[in-house]
């Protein structure tokens, strides 16, 4: 048989879920229990949740776009407001901003890590700064404690964009800990899923008893508590609010997909550490790694090109693909997007760099290390000029 004729191995995705049939049962479940909107399993989830990020207060919502949008409505942030954001990042970060009809703008990142540091931060505030959303990008943890240091005496309060960084973490505490607001998502690109999600955690009773009031159209009493209680008495809009809600049929599937979070961390980590151990030797690559203040859950495993790589990264890409390894392009700029072209023009160096110059490989949950061993081939041979 010659190589023509061989049969083509598969394709070997970028990312795949770790579903199985636990979630399914328990979708199942919540199917035939009859109640599939926002009831006991989001309650149950809310309180699993927290209890594994070690956070006192965590409130299920639609995804992590809503999580977001409503921390920054719940700190008062609105229009005539800036917020300083990263524009390295998924452009939902940007868009939550102007969601409350404040402005976003756009700060510059670490070339190592990816995230805000203070000195990006400071240059990006403005007299009108009302808030900063700090992401930790692709799972990376942000030095939240350098950056308290600087908008704490300020006043200017952190949100935490933790989209990507469910079992990282910051300080020897999972990072949400020690957040005044975090959201997390449940996206199918993110570790644990649940379809569609997001968690807002907050170590604030009646910052979560308000969170819970806002996701579900300002009502003073949950339609699930509402339904339990037999209760008749009306209840009350108390301030304007949202359907940010999440369903019991997606609780029940993010309740089975917590259990799997340290397996998913160990075996990421694991992987990771081997297509470090396996890329070595290749001169100027840069692989993502934990900083020195905590550990990441390798969300995505992103590489840095050299700046004078002999093959470009799109290149690259188109490589590997054709060897039937799907990388991707890094992390995105929102800054140099259509959406964001009413911003003033700024200069991100490390971001722009970063965005052009960085994919990431192939990692998911059920990888061997034969397909694992397949990728870093195709990478080899597609930086050979
Ligand atoms: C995925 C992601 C989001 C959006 O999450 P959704 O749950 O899809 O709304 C926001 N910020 C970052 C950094 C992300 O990676």
Redesign the pocket.
């Known amino acids: 048989m010659t190589a023509l004729d061989a049969p083509a191995l598969p394709v070997i995705p970028v990312m795949k879920p770790w579903l199985g049939e636990e979630e399914a049962a328990a979708a199942a479940e919540a199917v035939a229990s009859g109640w599939v909107a926002q009831g006991p399993r989001v309650r149950a989830f809310e309180e699993a949740f927290a209890r594994r990020v070690g956070a006192a207060e965590a409130v299920a919502v639609s ?6 949008h409503l921390a920054l409505h719940l700190l008062g942030v609105g229009p005539g407001d800036d917020v300083v954001v990263p524009s390295f ?2 452009i ?2 940007a868009n ?1 901003v102007r969601h409350v009809g404040a402005q976003p703008v756009f700060a510059d990142v670490d070339l190592v890590t990816g995230n805000l540091t203070p000195g990006t931060v400071e240059a990006a505030l403005t007299p009108r700064t009302r808030a900063v959303v700090v ?4 799972g990376v943890p942000a030095d939240t404690a350098a950056l308290g240091a600087l908008l704490e005496p300020r006043g200017i309060p952190v949100v935490e ?1 933790a ?2 960084a469910i079992g990282s973490t910051l300080f020897g505490r999972p990072v949400g800990a020690g957040a005044q607001l975090a ?1 997390f ?3 199918p ?2 570790l644990v899923t649940t379809g ?3 968690m807002l955690v907050t170590p604030s009773a009646d910052v979560a008893a308000r969170a819970r009031r806002l996701r579900e159209h300002g009502m003073s009493v949950s339609a699930a508590d509402r339904h339990a209680s037999g209760s008749v008495a009306p209840e009350q809009y108390l301030e304007p609010g949202f359907n940010f809600r999440m369903t019991d049929v997606q609780a029940a599937i993010g309740l089975v997909q917590l259990t799997r979070l340290d397996a998913m961390v160990a075996r990421r980590r694991e992987l990771a550490a081997r297509y470090r151990a396996l890329l070595a030797d290749l001169p100027g690559l840069r692989l993502v790694d934990d900083p020195s203040w905590g550990t990441t859950n390798v ?1 995505s495993c992103w590489l840095l090109l050299p700046e004078d790589a002999p093959v470009g990264r799109d290149a690259v890409l188109a490589r590997m693909s054709a060897a039937g390894v799907s990388g991707r392009r890094g992390i995105m700029a929102a800054h140099l997007e259509p959406a964001y072209a009413d911003r003033p023009r700024v200069s991100l160096p490390a971001t722009e760099r970063l965005t052009a110059d960085s994919l990431v490989l192939p990692l998911f949950h059920q990888m061997t290390e034969g397909e694992q061993d397949r990728v870093v081939d195709a990478l080899r041979a597609a930086l050979v000029p």
Not at 135 to 138: G, Y
């Open positions: 995804n992590c776009t809503t999580a977001l990042s998924f939902a970060t939550a992401v930790h990008q692709a964009d989209a990507c959201a998502s449940f996206h690109r993110k569609e999600g997001g969300q």
